[in-house]
């Protein structure tokens, strides 16, 4: 039994090869996904090995509040100079370097325009000459307080030259300096992993970058000959005290290096679930796929049953097929999984310029998940039919047809009872406190549920769609074979339905999410002109608050209100607060309810928080912002938080604590009977010299800062490209294997008188009709999952369904198109058969 498997598995290459190719489709995203995150974490670990190289050991103060990077930027604390004498005084110290380097150096490059800062810091600090690692090309380092000297990276990419005058943004508004020094590191490089940085004056880059002069964030220190870093940390530690971070140049490498890795195992899960995605789609490819197969080796498996085989030698057989296809398929698919991640971790050291990307490397995971997840989903996929197989009958070897169309009864009844479990799955997590994971199990089960349900439509709706192109008798035919065999159909149209029913949905979720936020905007804010920008890096744009009383002065501005923003610890718990200027104003320009000025040790909480956190208005809080020591702050007001941009409001005093001490928008409320276009001019040229932000009217702000859903619904539509791609080789495959199947068939038709381009006509229209089902389930699925989320986030402001009609619609088109791409070779090859021996064939 064994040695006819393999003889039947290598004499149907072709089949071989288009079983096989979902998966590997399948395990290259896997992979992928572990080859890139591996990389990428051995390159941060070289990044910051090299960065901190000449680093036997860092003193820091305590940062005041601890922050991961998926939290958000942690803002550290400053130290005094005299602790740098303290540390230099401690035996075995051969050199202690008191430095600045903080996120938030802002070049303006020649063309007035702020370099791009997606990924990398942008790092200002104190200039302290040049040592092993930095090097200076042209130029000095800064020796007055408007001198600066830049890395080659900000050079090239500002276009600047030795001489320029240079703006650079800060904590504070625009500065100008003098450009004297331009620096590249060892080995040539421009930058270390893509950082901007600039250097400045040890005075300016104080002021500057943590806003205190006569203060350091970092004591960098070399260990005199024969003293170890591990040795001279704890010297320093039991000198410094309990206040202080004291770590090793190795210790902080492996700290920042797994900061990052926080990051990338997110987005190596995000990877690895649109991986699911395809190979589950896959999974309705291979269902298929050995469904067809099955019913093509029906005498062959019969004749097997007849010579003594029995039933569970048959499912071993089909088993042992659909292993070796798996693991085949996961070799090749791991291999290119390598390429795949080495594709995607050049993409990111493009899109960060001056990033080093480490070699390539074959991660154990890869491998393992790439074998297991191949095998295991070939072997699921194939349980189905092994099953059908083996209940062929031996007397099946002496009979033409032995493959009657089965009842749909048990299919739709189980598809009924999956699709009630799905839906109480998705009722409990988008209405109850099911969470996440229950939502996903849903959305999962309620895929299945449709797909046995498919077949129970399929003939009905494939007819109707078919009468679309009944017009000839190659459309007919076409439409006939489409509806012949509902199972097979519904399996090769599910697959389609599972991408585009995602992507529809994900498109329903998010244009809703847009258009709701943006309808309540503009009910809810009356402030006709907003200051902001769009934020591309881990720091805000920010404005001079010196912009906030010029824009008041200014004829036909009614009120006028900036807010900061950052995070704070409120009785030890993180969250993020809003500060402004004037609570009454900015409540003026969201039309919002009259709110009091806050005193310097007041604030105001929306009433939702209150109740949440069990508080009354007089209640004292105990506060911890970026800087500084903890505040007592009363709560002095409440309101909706429907109506105001934030949950928690300080006053301004408190902004000087702040992490960044710049507002970050401004909202403008105008006289009734002035025009946006009478005040807006006048408002643009008071940000002139804010680069990075500009002035609005409220519509045009609004949009801009809900791009950011656009982006989302296109990600999304690349990486289930992939799934969608899957179930187009789905298509084909059913395509080209009921060719196989039906060779004699369509030798007899030949012989009757049907041409090859009529032949040709009929297999495209089977593909089409097919591939628009597909489509059509994924729309109305999508569709239907989409509302459903929307609806459940009615309570959260998201009350405005709206579907992608000309989405949907494109969709539909593509689908068709996909059809008629996916006839194309077994169209050919039926379009060829040879007459004679087609009906001849068994």
Known sequence: MLRATLKSLLGRKLRLVLSGLAVVLGVMFVAGAFVVTDTLGRSFDQLFATAFAGTDVSVSAKPKI?????????????LPASIVNEVRNVQGVAKATGMVTADGARVIGSDGKVLAGTGPPRLGGNWVGEDDLLKLREGRGPQQDDEIAVNALVAKQGKLKIGDRVGVLTLEPKKTFTLVGIWGYQNDKDSIGGSQEVAFTEPVAQKLMIGQTGMFNMINVKAADGVTPEQLRDRIATTVGTGYDVKTGDQLAEDNAASLKEFLGFFNKILLGFASVALFVGIFLILNTFSIIVAQRTRELAMMRALGASRRQVIGSVLLEAVVIGLVAALIGLAAGVGVGAGLGQLFASLNDGFEMASVGVPLSAILSSLIVGVLVTVVAAVLPALRASRISPVAAMQDVATPDRPLT???????????IGGTMLGIGLYGSGGLWLILGGVLVSFIAVALLTPLISRPVVGLLGRLFSWSVPGRLGRLNSGRNPRRTAITAAALMVGIALVTGVTVVMNSAKTSIAATAEDTVKAQIIIGGEQNGPRPPTFDPAVLDQTREITGVR???????????????????TATDDLTKLADAFG????????????????????????????????????????????????????????????ADATKDFGIPQPVFAFVRLTDGTTVDQVLPGIKALVADSPEVSASDRTTFINQQLSDFDTVITMVQVLLALAILIAVLGVVNTLALSVLERTRELGLLRAVGLSRSQTMRMVTVEAVVISVFGALLGVVVGSGLGAAVVRALNDDGIDKLVLPWGGMALYLVLAALVGVLASVLPAIKAARLNVLAAIAAE
């Open 66 to 78: 601890e922050v991961s990077e998926m939290e958000g930027e942690q803002v550290p604390s400053a």
């Open 410 to 420: 048990k299919v739709s009844v189980a598809g009924a009872v999956v699709g009630a």
């Open 559 to 577: 009120a006028a209100a900036g807010i900061w923003n950052d995070q704070a610890q409120i009785n030890g718990k993180l969250t993020y607060v």
């Open 592 to 651: 919002g309810p009259q709110l009091p000025v806050l005193k310097s040790d007041q604030v105001a909480i929306s009433t939702k928080e209150l109740t949440d956190k069990g508080w009354k208005v007089g209640d004292s809080l105990n506060v911890q912002l970026s800087h500084g020591d903890a505040h007592r702050y009363t709560i002095a007001a409440s309101y909706d938080e429907d109506f105001m941009p934030g949950t928690y409001f300080l006053p």
